[in-house]
């Protein structure tokens, strides 16, 4: 497998811990139309070492990352968190080890304090 869309799960409101964890071919994953989700636990998307591309457009209510979010994603070079403008916590380890990471757009984060 090397896409997973998960848009249909609209009244999804949470994600557990190590959900997709260790899927090395994972290369896109589009979170677009989880419009419900509002906590994703911890080591989501951990050691995906060929994810490239993560869609989080549409996932406005999310209000907390757990701890390991993308850490190990080795090829991810570019991430927009712009929309995620109710986020108040990520856990530990975010995106460590994102050794390509280039480009990390989180404006619309602090949008709500300006």
């Known amino acids: 497998m090397t896409e997973i869309d ?3 799960l609209v009244g ?3 994600i557990g811990d ?4 260790g899927c090395i ?6 979170l677009g139309g ?3 989700l509002t906590s994703i636990g911890d080591y989501f998307l ?9 869609d989080f457009k549409g996932v406005s209510g999310l ?3 757990g701890d390991g979010f993308l850490s ?3 090829e991810l070079s570019e991430i927009d968190l712009g929309g995620l403008g109710d986020l108040t916590s990520i856990g530990r380890f975010f995106l460590n080890g994102s050794s390509r990471l280039t480009e990390i757009d989180l404006i619309g984060l602090f949008s709500k304090w300006m």
């Open 6 to 8: 998960l848009r249909g």
């Open 12 to 14: 999804l409101t949470s």
């Open 18 to 21: 190590a959900f997709l964890s």
């Open 25 to 30: 071919k994972l290369s896109e994953v589009d």
């Open 34 to 36: 989880l419009i419900g």
């Open 46 to 54: 951990t050691r995906c070492s060929r994810l490239v591309k993560i």
């Open 63 to 65: 209000k907390s990352i």
């Open 72 to 74: 190990g994603c080795d």
